[in-house]
């Protein structure tokens, strides 16, 4: 009579997969792999202290998350890098177009109104808009016409005091709001021309360059001017 006990068969299995030519796998283990190395494992075992089932069941649920992991984190690398070129060709039509930022410093191109708007969480009696140049001089002061809640436009059509044309280029930008007998200074929003856009680096995502002001993030344009 044959007997056949857990040791023959699992030294069958161990001789079995030892013949086996191994695939070329850049070094990676595979369920394949792993399952091999716990049957030999399984084979050279103390037979006075065989591995318990929960201790096998748990080695192969966590090569087996760690395996999903893998892929998983390969999918969401593959998919970051779709979206990222995604996101990149759609603001590349952009290029020409002004976007809306917070900004102290607006461009006046020399062949288009410099525009711009301010955002109030309460009724001011007078909103007035300083120009300086960067040295601090002073250029022009406005009003902006009838201030109220909310968002509110301005123009600043590139003259100084006098009404006479500055030339083209950078300059600075204060808005002062008073209400209720207090003046206070609040932050401006302007529109800036786009010149390019670039893939950001260190997480910075897709940056775009603006004209005079430099490079910003795309998350941080609060507004798109199609006119």
Known sequence: ??????????????????NKVP???????????????????????DPTKPVENDQMIAQMTNFTMADGISKLNENFTSLAQSMSSNQ??????????????QSDQLVFTGDSLSRGQINVDT??????V???KPNGELVN?????????????FVWDGTDGDGEAMPPGLYN????????????????????????VSMGNNGNGIMLN????????????????YS
Request: glycine share 6%; no cysteine; hydrophobic share 40%.
């Open 123 to 128: 009724v001011a009696d007078n909103m007035k």
């Open 130 to 132: 300083i120009i300086t």
């Open 173 to 196: 930008i204060k808005v002062e709001v008073s209400a209720n007998g207090k003046t206070e200074t609040v932050p401006v929003q302007v529109y800036t021309p786009v010149s390019s």
């Open 141 to 153: 002061t406005f009003s902006v016409d009838n201030p109220q809640l909310g968002k509110n436009e």
């Open 88 to 101: 990149a060709l759609q603001a590349s039509s952009l290029v020409g177009r002004s976007v809306l930022t």
């Open 23 to 45: 695939d070329k796998n850049n070094g990676a283990l595979t369920q394949s792999d792993f399952f091999a190395l716990l049957t030999q494992q399984l084979a050279f075992q």
């Open 210 to 225: 603006l004209i005079g002001l430099g490079s910003v993030k795309l998350a941080d344009v609060l507004e798109v001017s």
């Open 1 to 18: 009579m044959t007997t056949v006990n857990n040791n023959s068969a699992l030294d069958g299995m161990y001789w079995d997969n030892k």
